[in-house]
């Protein structure tokens, strides 16, 4: 090989970077919804510290299975984040108090929110368009 040619070998420990498969949720939307009425029967509706809502899910700050329980309530659109960093605060969705608070009789209105939810997270939407004809 002539010296003044670049390698186009790869250098050693340099793997090429794969794509990565969509996120999904932790945990399934019928616990989802559970840990949203356990965060709106504490907080109501207001913006609270995410540790907070760790705390009013029996996990200690800065849990991973909490933090997975916090990233499954986001992706399914039944929380979201006001603020960033240690300021950060958690507060249930338009749509979960849909879910929540919804209590007629006729609750087609409720199943199609939670249709929805359950069809936010970009992996359940992907797998019904490719399992649907």
């Known amino acids: ?12 420990g ?3 970077k794969r794509p990565r498969s969509p996120s999904y949720p932790g945990i399934g939307l019928q616990e989802a919804i559970e840990r949203a009425r356990e965060l709106y ?23 991973g299975a909490g ?3 916090i990233a499954a309530l986001k992706k399914f659109g039944l929380l979201e984040y ?8 958690a507060r249930l969705t338009d749509a979960a108090l849909d879910i929540l608070l919804d209590t007629r009789e006729d ?3 409720r199943r199609a ?9 970009s992996i359940h ?4 368009d490719a399992h649907s004809a």
């Open 113 to 121: 929110a939670i249709q929805r939810a359950a069809l936010l997270p």
């Open 125 to 128: 939407r992907e797998l019904l």
């Open 67 to 69: 933090s997975v329980v």
């Open 107 to 109: 609750d087609s209105e």
């Open 41 to 63: 029967n504490a907080e109501r509706q207001s913006a609270v510290p995410v540790d907070l809502v760790l705390q009013h899910f029996g996990y200690k700050p800065k849990s």
């Open 1 to 12: 090989m002539n010296p003044e040619t670049p390698s186009t070998t790869p250098s050693v």
């Open 82 to 89: 006001q603020g960033s960093g240690d300021s950060r605060r």
């Open 14 to 16: 340099h793997k090429p």
